[in-house]
């Protein structure tokens, strides 16, 4: 009665741990090449949240001094 706790061969280790780094690193050039690719659209959302994060200042510092 075998079970199935024991370790895996070093074949199907290998196996798997080799295909795990191939898949992880044909996924990492993928992000790269679709982040070249709408690298224009990363700026814009930083533009936007540097914008809100402002007017949020501003907001808090005009409360501010209003309470005074």
Known sequence: MS???GQKPFGASFLSLTASLFF???L???TVEL???IWWLFAL?????AIVTGLRWVYR????????
């Open 28 to 30: 990492l050039i993928l």
């Open 45 to 49: 959302l930083a533009v936007a949240a």
């Open 3 to 5: 079970g199935g706790g």
């Open 24 to 26: 992880g690193v044909v």
């Open 61 to 68: 510092q005009k409360r501010r001094w209003n309470d005074r």
């Open 35 to 37: 982040a070249k690719q």
